[in-house]
């Protein structure tokens, strides 16, 4: 599943080249996980202001409302500014006057969903229970260990539900956890202050490194121009059960946690 450094490598690459465009034509394709929430033909004329990102969303704001843009398990989006062949697996196309953007997405779990405004109830159903955001001068420490705090679930359990800290998926829960130095079994909420800030710290540096690195590629990621990602070649422990740790040789384990696989260093994360 894209993560939240894949969608904002995808924005980075589309956002400055769709900007001002004008929305020509959409046509749908199979039906995705959620419905549209308005017929096309209500799309067509509008234009394309910017392109943002809230946790794991791309919220792709029109002259007249805005589009919410999920890439589920296996979606990506493409951009090109030649007219595309649709595609078996392309549900979701949206022709500017500078180029088409277009849903790829196998599975079938992402969704464009179009609101009216970001307080509509249907943008406030999918964004209002969302935690801060981990890339933005909004992450703050003490609001993050007071999250941390109130959850007595482990703490990479935490990490993935997304509510004290968006975006934090299970490929960097595993890495951050590394960082900071923390068994993914601990409990959240006996966390230390200063085991805290040294999370805190570590989320922010895998993040923004998975995003220098163009995400992770692990099957089939690439950008919105087709550019692959890169930072799993610099994992330390995420995919590397039974491998020797890059800091003190231990062998890497794994273990499934809330039906998700989770690897850790048992020397370096003791605790």
Known sequence: MPELPEVEVTRLSFADRIAGAKVQSVRLGKPLRWPLGCTPVELVGRTVRAVR?????????????LLLVHLGMSGSLIFSRQLPTPGLHDH?????????????????FGAVVYAASENAPGACKLLGQLGMEPLSDDFDVSLFHAGLRRRK???????????????????YASETLFLA???????????????????????????GRAVAGGGSTLRDFSS???????FQLQAMVYAR???????????IKSMRQGQRSTFFCPKCQKS
């Open 241 to 251: 059960t039974g491998q020797a740790c890059r800091v003190c040789g231990t062998a």
């Open 53 to 65: 990102r809230r946790g794991k969303y791309l919220l792709i704001d029109l002259d007249q409302g």
């Open 224 to 230: 919105a121009t087709g550019e692959r990602g890169h």
């Open 153 to 171: 679930a482990a703490i990479k359990q935490v990490l993935l539900a997304g509510d004290v800290v968006v975006g934090v998926g299970n490929i």
């Open 181 to 207: 130095g923390i068994r993914p079994t601990l409990s959240a909420a006996r966390l230390s202050r200063p085991r805290a800030v040294r999370l805190h710290a570590a989320i922010k540096d895998v993040l």
């Open 92 to 108: 979701f196309e949206m022709l500017t006057s500078q180029g088409t953007l277009k849903l790829n997405d196998p599975r079938r």
